[in-house]
């Protein structure tokens, strides 16, 4: 720690002038800095220095404190357990926690004071305050209790996908519309506002192709057709003449809350992309779960981005998902669980 010197003002001699008086060199300075090294204040700084088993260190914010790969916070350079957590453990004679952490990784314990408990964790305490400090409440597209995609105010992390994992930002000359709904009932309405619609679409198919080849075809025309003008309904009605099977989620705290309730598994998540300047709607994206609250903190969401930066490059899906789902296991296991597997999607 550098330590802050006061300025030295370095005075130009005098001139010597005739019949002027000359001061003979000042020798006291040697005689006050010996008084002042004995004095009661620099003897109680001393007896303080002597007392601490550990030297001052700066402690940043820890919501905002980047974790390196080894699990280290950036700007605590101690060995072993953390010295701001070894000091406070110290002087509150905290009990430390023997388990592991995905949140704050084991650290090997380095101590010779014969009065201080060994340890391969970091105290409880330190490690509840570290999360608590860091946790925010976003929202993730959930299905079978796994996590799909997890949504930011201005974009989305897609873990483990048939498409691979990635980083997509929102388009900023779009607004994004998100809608919780029954996808059944959708279609219900869709069939009963396009009466015959079905019957339209195969007799556009070939006839010479048999007639399994027919229906698929025209079935893959009539979801492309139905998401269109889902994506349409959805943009152009008014919120309060909706239907009640449908619930616009704009927030994270509107979203399904897992921990109440179960999802219903006929729930979806809709998302409607419109144009800023003319409200037209742009394209839309049906989620394969329900959009549910995601109490989480801070370091999970940056390890998942260093689990993408990690496979920028990669163009084989199944190796992007599973570098990505290797490092994620790596560092969060517990949230690892929650997300699908590479040979899952």
């Known amino acids: 720690m550098r330590t802050l010197r006061s300025r030295r003002r370095t005075a130009p001699p005098p001139k010597s002038r005739k019949g002027a008086r000359t001061a003979p060199p000042d020798r006291s300075l040697t005689t006050l800095q010996a008084k002042a090294k004995d004095s009661t204040a620099v003897r109680q700084l001393r007896e303080m220095q002597a007392r601490a088993s550990l030297p001052l260190q700066r402690v940043d914010d820890p919501s905002t404190a980047a974790i390196d790969d080894s699990g280290t916070l950036s700007w605590d350079k101690s060995k072993g357990v953390p010295g701001w957590a070894k000091y406070q453990y110290k002087q509150d004679h905290a009990q430390v926690d023997q388990s592991s952490s995905p949140f704050l990784p ?10 201080w408990t060994y340890s391969q964790g970091v105290p409880e305490w330190a490690r509840e305050e570290y999360k608590a400090q860091s946790k925010i409440t976003l929202m ?9 995609s997890i949504y930011f105010r201005n974009g989305r992390i897609r873990t483990t996908h048939s498409d691979g994992p990635a980083l997509e930002r929102d388009n900023p000359n779009e607004r994004t519309q998100r809608f919780n709904l029954d996808y059944d009932k959708a279609l219900s309405l869709f ?21 399994d080849q027919r229906q698929q075809q025209s079935a893959e025309w009539l979801f492309d057709q139905f998401n269109q003008w889902l994506g349409v309904y959805l943009a152009k009605a008014p919120v309060n003449q909706l239907p009640n099977w449908i619930t616009p989620v704009t927030r994270a705290d509107e979203a399904f809350d897992t921990e109440a309730a179960d999802p ?25 779960g329900i959009a549910a609250k995601f109490e989480t ?3 999970v969401v940056s390890v998942l981005k260093e689990a993408l930066r990690r496979i920028d490059g990669e163009t084989d899906v ?3 998902n599973t570098l990505f789902y290797n490092f994620v296991k790596s560092r969060l296991p517990v949230f690892a669980n929650h997300i699908r597997k590479p040979d899952q999607v």
């Open 106 to 115: 084991e650290y090997g314990p380095q101590h010779d004071d014969p009065g």
């Open 140 to 148: 993730a597209s959930v299905k079978d209790g796994k996590i799909g």
């Open 191 to 211: 069939f009963k506002v396009n009466r015959g619609i079905d019957k339209l679409f195969y007799a556009q198919t070939d006839p010479s192709l048999p007639d």
């Open 264 to 288: 219903p598994d006929n729930i979806t998540l809709f998302e409607v992309f419109t144009n800023v300047s003319n409200g037209k709607v742009q394209s839309w994206h049906p989620s394969r």
């Open 297 to 299: 903190n801070k370091q």
């Open 318 to 320: 199944n190796r992007r």
